[in-house]
């Protein structure tokens, strides 16, 4: 097999963010950008000479043409083995369990996530170390100065390897293993849930609608709602995966999953409905009448989690992001364990999960997770969900009020500023930034600030240090409005601006949460000037 050696220079920008490199498709197409970043991943890990690595996407456009690259420029730099989901598919969740439960080198996950897919929408790789996990900022540090130093790429002149078989080929010395990429994902869900409860919970007229968004968990939740939990036949919808998501945008979210939720809002919708994203990480759920929000979720399963069998023997601990609402925190308190707070982004998770000193975890974003992966992981959120309805045999609405009763309601929405120009954004940040220290003692719409300071980050495992991870504004009546720039968008800036209220009066734990932060809303566009800097009257997403 012949090996070229090709001349290259550095391409400016190749900078990992959240969760990887993330670019318009048509950039990831440009000549040698692809190549580029796969030499820059290899040469930042130490190389990849012997080593065996995972591979698979979420099945968007371009992943197949990026997926026979990769392949073949781990050929070219001496891989010993690649373990491929068919077709090149692979749910980011499955393919943290394959990294795992391989025992592999890492592993290459071709996705944008919730991004729109499409030759105009957006494409992304990442890469994950042997824990399973998003690579943390010390490795993704390092593949950044690799992008800088580049200057030649080794790739291998070959046909397409054939992914469409299962079974093991060869491109070169390289050994090619084609898996089922769900086979093994649906074995760790029998282990850590009660399929039996579950099925008997179905069984019982139980109904729900499983929205995969024409997005990668489709076969996932066919193969373990439909064919192993007994749910009826169509159950899940948009099943299918496809290149472009139907066209849609596969974020499970009030605004992007609309008719789903709708369809939970009215009277004669199911008993639970579920969402999750283009990669099968994040998930939204839905009860008859009932939005959980992330937040919650993450609470609820929290206190709920010991009804499950992986979960019996009780939580090590717990983490949230620090834009998360801190309805975990206390639960976390009345079972005595951990709380950890960390910044946006899965990679934060992974000491804590790896060190065993936290066992769920959980964004506002619509991620929840554990320790049996080291990504977050839509399905299995699912299916703690339907374990724990299953053994309460409660409606979600129901479940969801008694947790409010006993440990108060943190009302709680993110506003999404997209595609603002990346100056006016930055404006806008470092002129908030600049005036943190003179704003405790100040009111703004009629609250007063009593706390304001920018998220610096102490890894307890490593020691490390994250800086520059948002900017928190707490009010003197407990309510919060936290300020982040998006670190996933591919164009211009996104402005995020989290609000939260913690309420625990019971008279007032059902109201409308936009009216509940209606206030901190309009104090946080007076404290930043949202409008004025933006030309903004309004966000573009609310969740
Ligand atoms: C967003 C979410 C963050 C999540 C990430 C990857 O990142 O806010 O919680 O981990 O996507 O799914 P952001 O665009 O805010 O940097
Ligand atoms: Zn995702």
Known sequence: MEIRTVPTAPIAGQKPGTSGLRKKTRVFMEPHYLENYVQSIFDGIGGVQ?????????????????????????????????IVGQNAILSTPAASHLIRSRGTDGGLILSASHNPGGEDADFGLKYNTPNGG????????????ATKALSEYRIAVAQDVDLSTLGTTRLGELEVEVVDPVADY??????????????????????????????????????????????PAGTVVNATPSPDFGGGHPDPNPTWAKELFDLLMSDDGPDFG???????????????????????????????????????????????????????????????????????????????????????????????????????????????????????????KALLEDHWRTYGRNYYSRHDYEDVETEKANALYDGLRAKLG????????????????????????DGS?????????????GGRVVFRLSGTGTVGATLRVYLEALETDPSRLDRNAGEALSDIARAADEIAG??????????????
């Open 50 to 82: 012997g080593k065996t690595l995972v591979l698979g996407g979420d099945g968007r456009y371009f992943n197949d043409r990026a997926s026979q690259v990769i392949l073949r420029m781990a050929a070219a730099n001496g891989a010993a083995k690649v």
């Open 274 to 396: 579920a969402a999750s994203d283009g990669d099968g990480d994040r998930n939204m759920v839905l009860g008859r009448h009932a939005y959980v929000t992330p937040s919650d979720s993450l609470a609820l399963l929290t206190a709920h989690a010991h009804r499950a069998p992986g979960y019996r023997e009780g939580l090590k601990g717990v983490a949230r992001s620090m834009p998360t609402s801190a309805a975990v925190d206390r639960v976390a308190a009345a079972l005595g364990i951990a709380c950890y707070e960390t910044p946006t982004g899965w990679k934060f998770f992974g000491n804590l999960l790896d060190a065993g000193r936290a066992t769920l975890c959980g964004e506002e974003s619509f991620g929840t997770g554990s320790d049996h992966v080291r990504e977050k992981d839509g399905l299995w959120a699912v299916l703690l969900w339907l374990n724990i309805l299953a053994d309460t045999r409660q409606p979600v």
């Open 438 to 461: 003179s704003l405790p003692g100040q009111s703004f719409a009629g609250l007063t600030v009593a706390t304001a300071d920018e998220f610096a980050y102490d890894d307890p495992v």
């Open 134 to 145: 998003p690579a943390p900022e010390g490795v993704t540090d390092r593949i950044f100065e």
């Open 465 to 477: 240090r994250s800086e520059r991870q948002g900017l928190r504004i707490g009010f003197a009546d």
């Open 186 to 231: 649906a074995v760790l869900m029998e282990q850590l849930f009660d399929f039996d409860a579950i099925r008997a919970l179905f069984a019982s007229g139980f109904t729900m609608r499983f929205d995969a968004m024409h997005a990668v968990t489709g076969p996932y939740a066919r193969e373990i709602l439909e064919n192993r939990l007994g749910a």
């Open 530 to 543: 949202i409008k004025a800097h933006t030309g903004r009257q309004a966000p573009d997403v609310i969740t």
